[in-house]
């Protein structure tokens, strides 16, 4: 069953108002992504995360095959995996204890992976609410400034990261 969203036909059932909502005085969305074959992707900005993908099974019916929720307040409070579908950083895998040197001065990040820092702290890429600027119907570009000194990394580091679903059915993500 295919749901009506702006006068076009849509896999998904999920309805945008319930990934609106305020994140440090940001506002999230629900945005989506579709080919001329059908393939059809959700994705919000908070997080950069991929919410769904509604792609054919062998027998030409189209299912969801990415795992998510179907509002942001459950990726806003989660329980239990906290980075479905999400865009991590400024460090992807384990910091050990936390630490690490450059330039001869040792940086200490939060520890949420006790001993470690996982995946960008406490408030990694996940936890933020992205700018977004959708550029057509199969292309979204994200954009983001990580501050010098959040969650204890040095220098600001601004992150430009494009989502494009081609007639291909390819789903190119470009940082």
Same mark, same amino acid.
């Given at each position: 069953?295919?749901?009506?969203?702006?006068?076009?036909?849509?896999?998904?059932?999920?309805?945008?108002?319930?990934?609106?909502?305020?994140?440090?005085?940001?506002?999230? =969305?629900?945005?989506?992504?579709?080919?001329?074959?059908?393939?059809? *992707?959700?994705?919000?900005?908070?997080?950069?995360?991929?919410?769904?993908?509604?792609?054919?099974?062998?027998?030409?019916?189209?299912? =969801?095959?990415?795992?998510?929720?179907?509002?942001?307040?459950?990726?806003?409070?989660?329980? !239990?995996?906290?980075?479905?579908?999400?865009t991590?950083?400024?460090? !992807?895998?384990?910091?050990?204890?936390?630490?690490? %040197?450059?330039?001869?001065?040792?940086?200490?990040?939060? *520890?949420?992976d006790?001993?470690?820092?996982?995946?960008?702290?406490?408030?990694?890429? =996940?936890?933020?609410?992205?700018?977004?600027?959708?550029?057509?119907?199969? %292309?979204?570009?994200?954009?983001?400034?990580?501050? =010098?000194?959040?969650?204890?990394?040095p220098?600001?580091?601004?992150?430009?990261?494009?989502?494009?679903?081609?007639?291909d059915?390819?789903?190119? *993500?470009?940082?």
């Amino acid at each position: 069953m295919m749901n009506m969203q702006n006068g076009q036909a849509r896999h998904s059932q999920l309805n945008r108002a319930d990934f609106h909502a305020l994140v440090n005085g940001k506002q999230t =969305d629900l945005y989506y992504l579709s080919n001329h074959n059908g393939i059809e *992707i959700a994705v919000t900005n908070f997080g950069a995360r991929v919410v769904e993908i509604w792609a054919p099974d062998k027998n030409g019916t189209f299912v =969801d095959i990415v795992l998510g929720h179907d509002n942001v307040e459950s990726y806003i409070h989660f329980k !239990g995996e906290r980075f479905l579908g999400a865009t991590i950083g400024r460090y !992807g895998n384990r910091v050990d204890a936390g630490k690490f %040197t450059m330039d001869g001065k040792q940086y200490q990040l939060p *520890i949420n992976d006790k001993p470690n820092s996982l995946h960008g702290g406490t408030k990694g890429f =996940d936890m933020v609410v992205w700018d977004a600027r959708q550029i057509d119907s199969q %292309t979204i570009e994200f954009t983001y400034l990580s501050e =010098d000194g959040e969650e204890g990394y040095p220098g600001n580091l601004k992150v430009n990261m494009t989502y494009r679903l081609t007639d291909d059915n390819e789903f190119i *993500i470009t940082h």
